[in-house]
């Protein structure tokens, strides 16, 4: 138990410090060339902590640890609050987490306890259910990187409920707060894909979308190389999809044109071909 405690007190202070000093740069760029050499140490601080905890910290063993600290005192919202922190930074979430963290919204309702119980629901793909939780945390939420995934799970949330109009909301407000981020880019890309059929009438127009999916997947490349990988594979998939040469010039339409795809999505595009 010792072992677990004195992580908690370690990582607390380090993440806490992290983000500090990650604020500080963005609001001073003065001093952001002192601050960037200090929070890279503090990031190689957090990196040695992991690694000496790691054979210690397996879901089962945190599972089993936490359910006793749990079972002694279920309101305690600081244990609470430590054990939704220990579960995420696992990426496991057994079936005392989510008792943690319907608890922890009950007796200190918060945009972080919210955001907390919405990704809960999230990730048990109940959309309908973390949807409200979602919404409630990004009007509260102070960290952006928080409040970035609060909308990222939104957008992908309202996808799944075929939303598709909300979806791209909020996946372009994780692109205002990350504009560095590529994820946003490829789901909007999705939901222009998955819109194709539905927006157009004939061999040309309902294959337009395909045309501004392709433009959002290389937006996505352009801007975070993590996920050139994805971008570039729905970029050769759905280039193919593009329509035939034939069916331009049938339909009166000339490669290099700018086109505007209607439906929803109202965006402006250049004409391409499959061939």
Not at 118 to 146: C, H, T, W
Request: aromatic share 12%.
């Amino acid at each position: 138990m010792m072992i677990f405690d004195n992580y908690d007190i370690a990582i607390s202070i380090v993440e806490h410090n992290i983000k500090r000093l990650k604020a500080e740069i963005e609001n001073n760029p003065a001093e952001a060339d002192k601050n960037q050499r200090v929070l890279g140490g503090y990031e190689s601080a957090l990196n040695n902590i992991e690694s000496l905890f790691e054979p210690f910290a397996t879901c089962e063993k945190l599972e089993a640890m936490y359910s006793v600290k749990y079972e002694a005192n279920p309101q305690d919202t600081v244990l609470l609050e430590k054990m939704i922190a220990a579960f995420d930074r696992k990426n496991c979430t057994p079936p005392i987490y989510f008792t943690a963290a319907e608890e922890l919204y009950k007796l200190k309702p918060s945009a972080s306890s919210a955001f907390s119980l919405g990704r809960m629901y999230y990730r048990q793909e109940e959309y309908s259910k973390s949807i409200p939780f979602l919404q409630d945390a990004v009007s509260g939420l102070e960290d952006n990187d928080m409040k970035a995934d609060a909308y990222y799970f939104l957008a992908d949330a309202y996808k799944n409920l075929r939303n598709y109009s909300a979806a791209r909301t909020n996946a372009l407000k994780v692109t205002e707060l990350r504009p560095n981020d590529g994820k946003p880019w490829i789901l909007i890309g999705d939901l222009y894909a998955m819109s194709a059929a539905s927006c157009g009438d004939n061999p040309v127009t309902s294959k337009a979308a395909y045309w501004v999916a392709v433009d959002k997947y290389q937006r996505a490349r352009s801007v975070d190389e993590s996920v050139a990988q994805t971008a570039n594979s729905r970029i050769a998939s759905y280039s193919g999809a593009f329509p035939k040469s034939e069916d331009l010039f049938f339909h009166g339409f000339k490669v290099g044109d700018t086109y505007r795809v209607e439906c929803w999505i109202n965006e402006t595009t250049t004409v391409r071909s499959s061939d």
